[in-house]
């Protein structure tokens, strides 16, 4: 090869055009950068440098509030997130039933979900109420007793609200796990009802292998969700009765009506360790 032909520069080869994808993906990566720098960087940023004194943890870790919240977290997430997510597993099945009137069911039963949570808890909130409320006026009218006053246990109280959180949140994750369920091909079913499986045999051997990556996916999502979700707590409860029904969601809420805002963000700060973990095992799982 002679020495011109090793100097030529090599051939420039046409830019490949952008395909739809790519081109809307770029034009809407740096609106979508400046609003996670503006409403999640910042605040975030903020919130740690608010709560970046020593002296605002050991005054969190001081007051009893603070540890009775921390139980009430660590109940809410293992009792209501299990039993709403059990719940879901079993409605899923219910609901993939070739019934007419099961189909005209589930549009009552998505209803908790789709409705705004204000209105819907308060008048929980209203019937839960130990004079006027409609449970204990039904109660007077049946008995002649007067019904408890729900809300003022500590026990109650909490066990209302992880009913509530159920109760709202039930809808979408039985949506979830019912999708999880159609794509479960119907000639497994069929092969195993001719070799004489039951429903149980039939769930333990194709629907949960088939199911469990999204499962236990879903109860990761949800606990990380229902530790930002102060709605169930916060409106039917108030945090009350005494403070003994606050969890991590809600106790920066107090902190923050009574003018203490570096506790409030540190109350928030010490969450962390519950959050990084889920969102660790959650991205892990959805890298697999």
Do not use: C
């Not at 709560?51 to 009775?68: N, Q, T």
């Not at 469990?212 to 229902?226: P, V």
Request: hydrophobic share 55%; no cysteine.
């Amino acid at each position: 090869m002679s020495q011109a032909a090793l100097a030529a520069p090599p051939p420039v080869l046409p830019r490949k055009a952008l395909s739809p994808w790519q081109f809307w993906g770029r034009l809407l990566v740096l609106p979508y950068l400046l609003v996670f720098v503006v409403f999640v960087l910042y605040p975030v940023g903020y919130g740690l440098w608010l709560a970046r004194h020593p002296e605002s943890y050991v005054k969190l870790f001081d007051d009893p509030i603070f540890f009775r919240t921390a139980v009430n977290t660590l109940v809410f997430l293992v009792v209501a997130i299990n039993l709403k997510m059990v719940i879901a597993m079993v409605l899923s099945g219910f609901f993939v039933t070739q019934r007419w009137w099961i189909k005209a069911l589930s549009l009552v039963f998505i209803l908790p979900w789709a409705l705004p949570s204000i209105p819907t808890i308060l008048s929980v909130r209203f019937m839960l109420n130990p004079e006027w409320g409609v449970i204990n006026s039904l109660i007077f009218r049946l008995t002649g007793l007067d019904g408890p006053n729900w809300l003022n246990d500590p026990t109650l109280a909490l066990s209302f609200s992880m009913l509530m959180h159920v109760w709202k949140s039930l809808p979408f994750w039985t949506l979830i796990l019912i999708a999880g369920r159609l794509a479960i091909p119907a000639e497994q079913y069929e092969a195993a009802a001719v070799d004489g499986a039951t429903n149980w045999q039939k769930f333990k051997f194709i629907t949960w292998p088939s199911m469990r990556q999204l499962y236990l996916t879903s109860t990761i999502l949800s606990m990380i969700w229902t530790l930002g979700d102060f709605n169930s707590v916060y409106l039917l409860t108030g945090g009350g009765p005494a403070d003994m029904t606050h969890v991590l969601a809600t106790l920066g809420i107090r902190y923050l009506r009574l003018d203490q805002v570096d506790m409030a963000m540190a109350s928030i700060v010490v969450a962390l360790p519950f959050v990084l973990p889920l969102v660790y095992f959650m991205m892990k799982r959805l890298s697999k």
